[in-house]
Nanobody, 124 residues
Framework: QLQASGGGLVQAGASLRVSCAASGRTTVTMGWFRQAPGKEREFVAAISWIGNGIAYADSVKGRFKISRDNAQNTVYLQMNSLKPEDTAVYYC?????????????????????WGQGTQVTVSS
């Protein structure tokens, strides 16, 4: 089970951190997807179990940072220099069985666990 938190309403240029706490099954690769109104869900970022594998969507590279604390079974997404186009529902995801693979980490079908989503709204 994945429980996301930390979303909210901020102005453009601000920062926000969303968190996702996992319970139950061991999580291997964890990550974030997002879905804006009227758009398809898209990959944002992913991180391997020990953090040596990380992937970002081109649209967030240099602004967002994903990290995890395995002792707390939690993954974080630090979002800086937010833009109105970052407005979306952010979903935490987890894969429980497979090691790190960059291509797989960016695909929705890799992940068997999905959180409920947290809304991030960036005003201009």
């Amino acid at each position: 089970q994945l429980q996301a938190s930390g979303g909210g309403l901020v102005q453009a240029g601000a920062s926000l951190r969303v968190s996702c706490a996992a319970s139950g099954r061991t999580t291997v690769t964890m990550g974030w997807f997002r879905q804006a109104p009227g758009k398809e869900r898209e990959f944002v970022a992913a991180i391997s179990w020990i953090g040596n594998g990380i992937a970002y969507a081109d649209s967030v590279k240099g602004r967002f940072k994903i990290s995890r604390d395995n002792a707390q079974n939690t993954v974080y997404l630090q979002m800086n220099s937010l833009k109105p186009e970052d407005t979306a529902v952010y979903y935490c995801v987890a894969d429980h069985t497979t090691g790190w693979n960059l291509a797989r980490a960016m695909k929705q079908q890799t992940y068997t666990s999905w959180g409920q989503g947290t809304q991030v709204t960036v005003s201009s």
